[in-house]
T-cell receptor, first 108, second 115 residues
Framework: QQPVQSPQAVILREGEDAVINCSSSKALYSVHWYRQKHGEAPVFLMILLKGGEQKGHEKISASFNEKKQQSSLYLTASQLSYSGTYFCAKAAGNKLTFGGGTRVLVKP | NAGVTQTPKFQVLKTGQSMTLQCAQDMNHEYMSWYRQDPGMGLRLIHYSVGAGITDQGEVPNGYNVSRSTTEDFPLRLLSAAPSQTSVYFC??????????????FGNGTRLTVT
């Protein structure tokens, strides 16, 4: 089953923060995060493999709460380059199932 | 180092025609997969492979065939194209045969239109 992302879209001013949530109705064992810019392929950001694990990529970080079956992506002090669509994906065996995406627009 | 290469970049088919989307990777990755992405939506897994000679179905396999005769190549065949198969197709690979545990590297996509 597809993980659910919220919000579906967010508009930020440069320098502002945002949180993107990813939740699953079934157990989460690991979570991937990807960013896709318009007309391009998705690009890997990070994997969280353990409950409670936090990772960071530039000023983008993520947390993973196994018990709550959710992961959150934190965009801190957003930059124009952060604009794009962010996808979480949950791993189950050899299958990676993507959420519907969160569109992020960072304005000057 | 080319990474994941998909051809063609664009393709227009008529209903009922067949074609093969090519995918090749030069990173010696064990795991390869095909996704389709419809406008404004996420990626849906079509088929995947954990090594040469081993393939399995994803979420939306109907109307598509795959084979994996070499580590490098993972072609996707459309048997009889339908307008519902109009989409952008991405091939992705990762180094672990447990594909879900390592980062996916995506090709640049093939934009397919079926009229």
């Amino acid at each position: 089953q597809q993980p659910v992302q919220s919000p579906q879209a967010v508009i930020l001013r440069e320098g502002e923060d945002a949180v993107i949530n990813c939740s699953s109705s079934k157990a989460l064992y690991s979570v991937h995060w990807y960013r896709q810019k318009h007309g391009e392929a998705p690009v890997f950001l990070m994997i969280l493999l353990k409950g409670g694990e936090q990772k960071g990529h530039e000023k983008i970080s993520a947390s993973f709460n196994e018990k709550k079956q959710q992961s959150s992506l934190y965009l801190t002090a957003s930059q124009l380059s952060y604009s794009g669509t962010y996808f979480c994906a949950k791993a189950a065996g050899n299958k990676l199932t993507f959420g519907g995406g969160t569109r992020v627009l960072v304005k000057p | 180092n080319a990474g994941v290469t998909q051809t063609p970049k664009f393709q227009v088919l008529k209903t009922g025609q067949s074609m093969t989307l090519q995918c090749a990777q030069d990173m010696n990755h064990e795991y390869m997969s095909w996704y389709r992405q419809d406008p404004g939506m996420g990626l849906r897994l079509i088929h995947y492979s954990v090594g040469a000679g081993i393939t399995d179905q994803g979420e939306v396999p109907n109307g598509y065939n795959v084979s994996r005769s070499t580590t490098e190549d993972f072609p996707l065949r459309l048997l009889s194209a339908a307008p519902s198969q109009t989409s952008v197709y991405f091939c992705a690979s990762s180094y672990s045969s447990r594909g879900a545990g390592s980062p996916l590297h995506f090709g640049n996509g093939t934009r397919l239109t079926v009229t």
